[in-house]
């Protein structure tokens, strides 16, 4: 019988110490491991959006559950809903939380589309006040729609915060941008995502969001992952070969885009009006 594959799987596992299975690009200040640098932009995700014990939070691309824990454990959360599209990411996700006593969480945390409306909280039912998506939003097949979503889904005064690959407000596409497309196609990105923070603060408006915050990690995430695979990629020789041929493209790739100004890595938090 086949064995099923998924393009979003638990490969990145690898990369982490301990039992750690962080899979985003990670922010990359004085940090030398991949899992620090991974929970690292988990973390300046979670004190931008203020999370606290009121907090009620939806996330969106949850991916192998480190995120989850850090919610429920370093912000203590009252609650935690979510969906993922990965079956095999979301099956470690909820055997981490149920190893660490957090049984009763796992019946809200759903593996599917985030475009599936069902994965949502139904019309009349309590709403999250935070909604946030960590180094995901950029894959999602829609992302106008996703914020939509996330508008329709979030309480008043609620807050979605995001980490998200933005165009610079210079880019200006054509043959220069090449290196681009491939990627996108590569990494399963709709080109349709990839909007100037001007456009993306008209969508975030559109949604029903205001008070609309965007900051510039690209140094601190494209820069130090293309940096962190230079130095790491001699020890890596524990990893299959085709993974070792992904991070070298996407690090390649991730130093080309920031120094010639083609993508910016951004975290973006908004409220909702
Ligand atoms: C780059 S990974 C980041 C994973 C995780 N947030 C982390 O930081 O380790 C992108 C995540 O988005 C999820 N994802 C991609 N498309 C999705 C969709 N349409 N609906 C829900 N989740 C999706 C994938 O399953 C994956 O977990």
Redesign the pocket.
């Given at each position: 019988m086949p064995v099923a594959t998924?393009f979003?799987d638990t490969a990145?596992v690898a990369l982490n110490a301990g039992d750690q299975?962080?899979?985003?690009?990670g922010l990359w200040q004085d940090e030398d491991s991949y899992s620090d640098a991974?929970r690292g932009?988990?973390l300046a995700l979670g004190i931008e959006a203020g999370l606290d014990a009121e907090s009620h939070v939806f996330?969106?691309?949850?991916?192998?559950g480190?995120?989850l824990l850090l919610w429920l454990e370093h912000f203590h959360v009252a609650t935690l809903q979510g969906?993922?599209?990965?079956e095999t990411?979301?099956r470690r996700a909820l055997d981490l939380l149920k190893r660490h006593g957090h049984h009763k969480h796992c019946e809200t945390l759903r593996q599917?589309?985030?475009?599936n409306s069902a994965h949502w909280p139904a019309p009349g039912a309590p709403r999250p006040n935070r909604v946030l998506?960590?180094?995901?939003a950029y894959?999602?097949?829609g992302r106008a729609s996703f914020l939509a979503q996330a508008g329709r889904s979030l309480a008043p005064g609620g807050v979605l915060c995001v980490t998200d690959f933005v165009l610079p407000e210079s880019f200006q596409g054509g043959l220069r941008s090449l290196p681009l497309h491939a990627m996108l196609r590569g990494s399963?990105i709709p080109r349709d995502n990839l909007v100037t923070t001007a456009r993306y603060r008209e969508q975030l408006f559109e949604a029903g969001f205001d008070q609309v915050a965007i900051r510039d990690l690209s140094e601190s995430v494209m820069l130090g992952f293309s940096a962190w695979w230079a130095r790491y990629h001699r020890r890596a020789s524990h990893l299959p070969a085709r993974s070792r041929l992904k991070y070298a493209v996407t690090a390649r790739f991730l130093g080309w885009a920031y120094h010639k100004t083609v993508l910016r890595y951004v975290l973006i938090s908004a409220r909702r009006n």
């Open positions: 998924e979003f990145e299975s962080w899979g985003n690009l991974c932009l988990a996330d969106a691309g949850f991916g192998c480190d995120q969906v993922n599209l990965s990411q979301t599917g589309d985030i475009h998506c960590l180094d995901g894959h999602f097949p399963r």
